[in-house]
């Protein structure tokens, strides 16, 4: 059966939902009722795997009365009644239970799909300390030591390196562990993560003191990370006896070190964390790091065991339970966003501190348009010199105004230079680039009003022709403005223009984040942490500068008066930064992208937007306009610019996702071919690919 575009489990994702109910003390029967009602629920959601707490069939704290074989016999019953009740639902349901096997007790994670019971994974550390008495009653769990338990009229595979893989779900592979297991330095669901488990599930009781809820959240931020994998955890909550504890109901779901979702704490009633985890992530996160499966071959004990299913996942559209951010590079969290910022304008600034000090503190040299590039890079260029304490008038600024130039932006150009303190000059290219074209015999040259990629290329090469040679003459390097997105996309003029440079201080910051990077320093000029000191007129420059449209202004304005637009020809640079941050760190298929996307941008007034993000810019992309773009990148990055990525100069690496350095994160030859990537998308939207 072919699966929609719209359909979630199309593109890598699998449905988790983590889930408390309330207990009934010793009476499996009533609680396996309400983990129906649940797991029912969860079916209607289009839930993947439901976990629920730790012996949540007869509840966690009834203490000597787990011993009761009435209890137990209920318990066993209570199984079955579940196995049954689930044939006709979508969910692996995994719930807590004590189990009678071989001569003793177990603390087991019982887990049971479309009518029967998978395999049982006991509790493999066993907590005797402070509130806990875990032993008195129960052993700990071992591996699959080939004798299996039996659980009534099921005899099924036992021990805790039981793995669960879906045949029908490529990459969801389900383990499971209790509670304490987690708290251990190596936990079970380490072993299992090396050994494929990319869906980590917690059982737990942990009746809560203050504050372990936030060790809860770190151990589970931190395991999800450190197994490139997702971690849903459910603990015991409403019903469980207050005799000496309370209970809170904490769930949550992480998925490699990034919270997906979570619950309220103390809970009245049910309640469930649900999240789609993406499997394909979690996959190329294994893949690229291959540290992690160096670790597994360092792993000496037994491997797990895998028993397999047919989850049979909805094929209709089930919407997408989890956030995309439309700026992959710019959170939506204000302290999030702030401390990225801070991050970045220090990397580039150290960065640069650190190459001009190698090579004789010689005076920067940069080109000043008007425009946010090379605003930034002057903003980086200042803080460096007052970190290494050499004054501002050392920095060599030039705008030099061709064929298109505004008066706006070459206003905002000097009153930018003179604001910050740099020393400026103008040189006005024009007669250099008419000798160049009329020594080439362009048409332009002869009154001919043709705009074509030589006319705008001679005007680019001219301006980096003058920096290279007054950075000779003056004893400075030429600082580079171009960033990672036109990189991405190959939106620089090649060798002698501005592709070119001594050291590229924005090549690994993205287009979208250097708004947010001038809002920063904006906001914390005089800061000892951001080192540009800034006047009011600066600042009044500074959103002057935010406020213009981006352009190369290399072609004079058409009759309706209409600048030059960059994102006009090439399309937005927020579609293409998505674009760019899937591929870079996820190696995601343009499908999905288009999928991710459509989530994302349909309706501006959903979901969050980065702080300080102009309401009068809020606006949204449909599928069609989305896969246009898109083909547009595709093409780009993959057919053509990549001979111009393989010459780029040094510069530092900024963000997570990676950079396009071909000495770092993007290797790859320069004779490109989009044929593959184009043909995943056409097969996925026929018709609105080319």
């Known amino acids: 059966m072919s699966v929609p575009f719209e359909n979630a489990y199309r593109h890598g994702f699998a449905r988790i939902a983590a889930c408390t109910i309330p207990v009934s003390i010793a009476d499996p029967h009533a609680n396996a009722a309400t983990v129906v009602e649940t797991a029912r629920e969860c079916h209607d959601e289009g839930v993947a795997v439901a976990v629920f707490p730790e012996l949540c069939l007869t509840g966690y704290a009834i203490d000597d009365l787990v011993m009761q074989d009435a209890v137990l016999d209920a318990t066993v019953a209570a199984i079955e009644h579940l196995a049954a009740a689930s044939a006709d639902l979508l969910p692996v349901i995994v719930v807590g239970a004590p189990l009678r096997h071989r001569n003793r007790l177990y603390n087991c994670a019982v887990v049971i799909h479309r009518g029967a019971v998978l395999g049982v994974a006991p509790k493999s550390f066993l907590p005797t300390y402070r509130e806990f008495y875990e032993r008195r009653w129960y052993a700990a769990g071992e591996a699959d030591d080939g004798e299996p338990i039996r659980v009534g009229a099921f005899r099924v595979p036992f021990g805790n390196g039981l793995l669960f893989a879906a045949r029908d779900v490529p990459g969801l592979v389900v383990h499971a562990e209790v509670c304490e297991d987690l708290w251990i330095p190596i936990p079970p669901s380490s072993r299992a993560a090396l050994a494929g488990a990319t869906v980590l599930l917690n059982l737990s009781g942990s009746p809560i003191t ?95 065991t895998t028993i397999e299913f047919d989850l049979a996942p909805p094929t209709g559209d089930i919407g997408l339970r989890r956030q995309v951010d439309r700026f992959p590079f710019v959170p939506d969290d204000p302290a999030r966003l702030d401390q990225d910022c801070y991050e970045a304008f220090n990397i580039q600034v150290a960065g640069l501190a650190q190459r001009m000090r190698s090579i004789g503190d010689p005076k920067p040299v940069i080109g000043l348009s008007g425009g946010l590039d090379s605003t930034h890079a002057l903003l980086v260029v200042a803080s460096a010199m007052d970190r290494m304490g050499r004054p501002r008038s050392d920095i060599l600024t030039y705008t030099m105004p061709g064929f298109a130039t505004s008066d706006h932006t070459k206003s905002n150009a000097l009153a930018l230079a003179a ?41 680019a090469g001219v301006r980096t022709d003058y920096l290279f040679r007054l950075a000779n003459d003056r004893g400075g390097i030429v600082i580079g403005t171009s960033d990672m997105s036109e990189l991405a996309l190959g939106w620089a003029t090649y060798g002698v223009g501005d ?26 000029s005089g800061d000892t942490e951001s080192g540009t000191r800034l006047d009011a007129q600066a600042k009044t420059v500074l959103q ?53 996307a459509q989530h994302a941008w349909a ?88």
């Not at 971690?231 to 469980?240: K, R, W």
């Not at 332009?444 to 290329?457: I, L, W």
């Not at 201080?505 to 990077?517: D, S």
């Not at 030059?564 to 343009?590: K, M, N, V, W």
């Open 210 to 304: 203050i504050a372990r809820a936030v060790d809860r959240r770190d151990l589970v931020k931190a395991q999800s990370l450190r197994g490139l994998a997702a971690y849903a955890y459910a603990a015991s909550g409403e019903g469980e006896s207050s005799t000496d504890l309370s209970w809170d109901g904490q769930t949550m779901i992480y998925e490699t070190g990034n919270l997906l979702a979570e619950t309220e704490r103390f809970p009245h009633g049910s309640r469930r964390s649900v999240a789609d985890v993406d499997l394909d992530r979690i996959r190329q996160n294994r893949l690229r790091q291959g540290t992690f499966d160096d670790s597994r071959l360092a792993e000496t004990r037994r491997g797990a």
């Open 419 to 459: 604001a910050v303190g740099a020393s400026m000059e103008t040189i006005d290219i024009r007669p250099t680039a008419t000798s160049i074209l009329e020594g080439i015999g362009h048409p332009f040259a002869n009154g001919e009003a043709v705009y074509d990629v030589t006319f705008e290329n001679v005007q």
């Open 499 to 524: 592709h070119m440079s001594h050291y590229a201080v924005n090549a690994g910051v993205p287009k979208t984040l250097i708004q947010h990077l001038i809002r920063w320093v904006i906001a914390h």
């Open 544 to 596: 002057s500068v935010l406020d213009t449209e981006i352009s190369p202004e290399l072609v004079p304005a058409g009759q309706d008066g209409k600048a030059q637009s960059t994102e006009d020809t090439i399309g937005p640079y927020a579609l293409h930064d998505f674009a760019l941050a899937h591929i870079l760190r996820h190696g995601a298929r343009p499908s999905k992208i288009a999928f991710l």
């Open 603 to 690: 309706d501006p007034r959903a979901g969050q937007w980065p702080p300080g993000f102009p309401e009068a810019d809020r606006f949204g992309y449909d599928l069609a306009e989305i896969t246009r773009w898109l083909q547009v990148f595709l093409k780009r990055f993959f057919g053509f610019a990549q001979f111009k990525r393989s010459a780029i100069p040094n510069g530092p690496k900024v963000a997570a996702a990676g950079s396009l350095s071909p000495r770092g994160d993007w290797r790859a030859p320069s004779d490109g071919n989009p044929a593959a990537w184009l043909a995943e998308l056409r097969a996925a939207l026929p018709d609105l690919v080319d």
